[in-house]
């Protein structure tokens, strides 16, 4: 890009950072200062209005840059993300939605502490919440390195490393000053502008085609560099069985992570009422799948008007496909229309990062400080500081982290990475939110071992797979101390979880709390006793 385009992209990239910050510094003014306040934005949002925040909270990096990447260098085996993100709606809106939000407060742990009451079992869910926050603001962090160094011309180390700094301090700034308020309607925005944003590029990609799919698709396997094998199950994951089975992994986590990602289970906690929850999961059912199903598009499009290699050429891990195509849609490199274009499409995608990563820092900033610190605080006898005041903290302490493993972890796909995050989520907070929500039985060890018993496997199982170490493209290729052979630990610490919280109930020597389960189950389907 030129200088003068590169100036008009960076106007236009910046001036969502400062309408992002007016409604920070908005938000900051109208509130109240009390716990409901900053965790939930005082229960005050319509079914609409969240079901826009859930869905731009959900559309994260992943799914605009990684996905479509994804798609755009290995096509059918790409689009696995895209089918597995939605199909995991599907989960939520039939099993946790409405129960989630009768049965808490303000986070997970409120739903287990609901039935068992006991302080450990909030010191167990908050730090699984925690754990899959960090995975998942890392994928962020990557998307935003990439998008902010293409944008500035080029793919240097410095330019990235120095954008995932400036994207943690934002998003300490967005968590500390404005709450869930100012969080939530960053995310409202968001979703509107990428929706507009991936409609038009949609648009424009199937007008070269003249609305002809198999055109585009015959042009994408012509050009992927693979033929028609870019169209057919076996590209990224068919090579050999431990791939296989990473891809029955990998779906696996997708399908079942979104049930237990804290950021998002937080988010039905800012309506009034379940029924409210549920018709925000429709409306954030109704925009996400129309997403996703122009994910596709975009990915394919990608392939056919730009070709796999210079995809793979600008980013090794298919990170910025996307805003490649905006530039050659509106007329290549060198032109005006071309820079407009590229300077929308790369200010959506940031305002995609900066909401997700707010979001995310909110809900497990408010793990620690409602979870953790208020447990430790009862332990203690007292708490000297207040929850808001903690969480503030603690978005700065999660920001830091986030941002060293961003550092470390710039050469890997955006959208791979969240698959991670989904695995850890599916595997330590899914099976002792069912097994509270719907086992008689359940015990406090139980729900404990359940917590443990897949967070641990899934954290430990990613740092002896290649992701970590022995492959080129691992956060430490220099060095080889993998000995699990699959990327996603999902197909083997997904039943761990299950698995260790039947054992810890039925080994258990404290009898069932009948009368609770009961008072949980009524709660839960009725909203009888709902904050």
Known sequence: MTGDHQTLALVLFSAFVAVTLAITTWAGRRRRGSAEEFYAGGRLFSPMENGFAIAGDYMSAASFLGISGLIALYGYDGMLYSVGFLVAWLVVLLLVAELVRNCGRFTLADVIAARMGEPRIRTAVGT?????????????????????ALLLGGTSGAARSWTVVGVGALMIVYVSLGGMRATTWIQIV????????????????????????????????????????????????GTDWTARLDFISLGLALVLGTAGLPHILARFY????????????????GLIGSFYLMTIVLGFGAAA?????????????????????????????????GAVL????????????????AGITLASSTSVAHDLYASLARRWGG?????????????????????????????????????????????ANLPVLLYALFWRRFTVRGAVWAVYGGLVPAVLLVALSPVVSGSPGALFPGMD?????????????????????????????????AAKHAETEVRALTGAGAV
């Open 128 to 148: 699984s919440a925690v754990a899959v926050s960090v995975l998942y603001l890392v994928a962020q962090m990557v998307g935003a390195g990439s998008l902010v």
């Open 190 to 237: 968001k979703a509107v502008l990428l929706m507009a944003g991936a409609l038009t590029l949609t648009g424009l990609v199937l007008l070269r085609f003249h609305g002809d799919m198999d055109a585009l698709l015959t042009t994408a396997a012509d050009r992927s560099g693979h033929g028609r094998d870019f169209l057919a199950p076996g590209l990224a994951y």
């Open 270 to 285: 800012t309506v009034p009422t379940a029924r409210s929850a549920r018709r925000s999961t429709v409306w954030s059912i």
């Open 305 to 337: 008007l730009l070709g796999s290699d210079a995809v793979r050429d600008s980013n090794a891990a298919g990170n910025t496909a996307v805003p490649l195509l905006a530039l050659h849609l509106g007329g290549g490199a060198g032109s005006t229309g």
């Open 342 to 357: 590229f300077g929308v499409v790369a200010a959506v995608a940031f305002a995609t990062i900066l909401a997700v990563v």
């Open 383 to 427: 708490a000297p500081y207040s929850e808001v005041a903690v969480a503030r903290v603690a978005s700065v302490a999660i920001g830091a982290v986030a941002i060293g493993l961003g550092l470390l972890a710039q050469d890997l796909n955006v959208a791979f990475l969240v698959g991670l995050a989904f695995a850890v989520a599916a595997s």
């Open 481 to 513: 101390f993998h000995v699990f052979p699959l990327q996603n630990p999902g197909m083997v610490s997904i039943p761990l979880g299950f698995l260790a919280g039947w054992l810890g109930t039925v080994t258990s020597s404290e009898p069932p709390d």
